[in-house]
């Protein structure tokens, strides 16, 4: 089976190939760090996170870098505002970051640079820029020129003509009159009073947001790369930037493959800080939400359309966790050990073919709910008749197949049990049913029941099986 990925700047899906197979180079545009993360950033994390995961799954060992915008204009307008500092405004939302992707369990990527640590780097590309002639300094700042990158404009497909002045998103009125050209986009912002700044041949100043990336991409996994990742309102003008600085300085591309998530809307606008419209993850955490729902409502859709956010769909999420946890728990609660167990290869090579498919993993979760399904079945079949309609090897290697394929989604339970409620161990449970089966022997059906009764309190449920044979799960 071979994995096709589509590709923003080549708009078609192209198989994968790796510059090396033994080291898959992946880079994601992070957060600005000047307040909680809404939904939003949860997709984006969430969904690179589990690429990730999966290319690991299918054999790609892969190094994943994703960086901090330690320093905007947003977060220095929130330090104003309180009489703090960028440096702490950014320190508490960086904590504050962490803490979310751990109530999701999202994995912590290898290296998480941070614009303020890169100045160097940043530096070195500006000047290397600027001696090719891509980079022109006026009255302490300094620009790129666009018109010099023939290319400029093959990510996002638009053409120069067609743009609008002011199109970075992150540049102040003032600046339009500096600029030779009013598309080019700043690399250095001369020192203003009361902002941070650092030293540079150009003065006291600041980087631009785009130079950011360049610098860190280069710095942390070099020239070119497999894989760059981020939210599709990052494709212009902030990747299309990256790609007119990396490329005019190397001369190679940037990346092969630019992957670009759809937005969470609500009620059809894109969720957003700047339009208020926002739910935090710990608000919506707070409220009770499983953390697992959040996953499965993020990834119910693929990954590159838009997914609209409503109670509704948020409800639904959750019926289909508690479906899928079932199944997770049912091995747990039946004392199997997965370590004994194998897969069913035939399942997993489905779940391969679905979701190599541009990682559709919409399709691989509808292969794990049809193995969540069966399982939740056949465990009400075992403990109210004591039996199962397939047999007991089958579904045990079910379940191991579920456990394997939800760890690669990232789905787990957080249930433990390897103590009950009443803190009886596997040996105590076993010991107590060794003695009923001698009491019913001697038919003292008053002790026999006293001890059932003591399970059932302590959370133990019996199954009492021909032959003598009782087995038991934990409720």
């Not at 859709?301 to 199944?327: S, V």
């Amino acid at each position: 089976m071979t994995l096709t990925i589509y590709n923003t700047l080549t708009r078609q899906k192209e198989v994968f190939q790796p510059l090396d197979p033994q080291r898959v180079l992946m880079y994601c545009c992070g957060i600005t760090v000047y307040d909680y993360c809404h939904l939003g950033h949860a997709r984006t994390c969430l969904i690179w996170d589990v690429v990730r995961n999966y290319l690991q799954w299918r054999g790609y060992p892969v190094r994943y870098i994703q960086n901090f915008t330690d320093i905007d204009d947003k977060i220095l307008n929130r330090a104003r505002v309180e009489g703090t500092s960028m440096e702490a405004v950014a320190e508490r939302f960086i904590e504050a970051y962490f803490s979310d992707m751990e109530s999701l369990k999202i994995n912590k990527a290898d290296v998480y640079p941070r614009a303020t640590h890169s100045l160097d780097g940043i530096k070195r590309l500006i000047t290397q820029l600027e001696i090719k002639g891509y980079a022109y300094q006026a009255d302490g700042d300094v620009y790129y020129a666009v018109t010099k990158f023939p290319d400029y404009g093959k990510l996002s497909g638009r053409k120069l003509e067609d743009l609008q002045a002011g199109a970075s998103g992150r540049v102040e009125a003032a600046e339009e009159e500096k600029k030779k050209n009013p598309f080019d986009f700043a690399l250095w912002k001369g020192a203003k009073p009361g902002e941070p700044s650092w030293d540079s041949s150009w003065g006291k100043g600041r980087p631009g947001w785009h130079i950011e990336c360049s610098a860190m991409v280069r710095e942390y996994l070099g020239e070119t790369i497999d894989i760059h990742v981020g939210g599709n309102d990052l494709i212009f003008p902030h990747h299309e930037n990256e790609i007119a600085q990396s490329e005019a300085v190397t001369g190679k591309p940037l990346a092969n493959y630019w992957l670009h998530n759809g937005m969470v809307k609500v009620d059809g606008e894109k969720m957003s800080k700047s339009l208020g419209n926002f739910t935090t993850i710990r608000d919506l955490l707070a409220r009770g939400v499983d953390p697992m729902a959040v996953r499965l409502f993020i990834l119910q859709a693929h990954y590159r359309k838009p997914i609209d956010f409503t109670t509704e769909a948020l409800n639904a999420a959750d019926a289909g966790w508690q479906t899928l946890r079932e199944g997770l728990l049912l091995g747990n609660h039946l004392n199997w050990q997965l370590s004994s167990l194998g897969i069913i290869p035939e399942i997993a090579q489905d779940f391969q073919q679905a979701v190599d498919d541009d990682f559709n993993f919409a399709q691989g979760l509808g292969i794990l709910f049809e193995i969540a399904k069966e399982l939740r079945r056949q465990g009400n079949l075992l403990r109210h008749q004591g039996e199962t309609t397939i047999p007991l090897e089958e579904l045990q290697r079910q379940w191991a197949t579920l456990v394997e394929l939800a760890g690669v989604l990232g789905f787990v339970t957080a249930e433990t049990v390897e103590v009950s409620p009443s803190g009886l161990t596997e040996e105590a449970i076993e010991a107590l049913i060794r003695q009923r089966q001698q009491a019913r022997q001697q038919k003292n059906y008053s002790e026999s029941d006293r001890l059932r009764d003591e399970l059932q309190k302590a959370g133990i449920t019996l199954i009492d099986q021909p032959g003598g044979v009782t087995r038991w799960y934990r409720s």
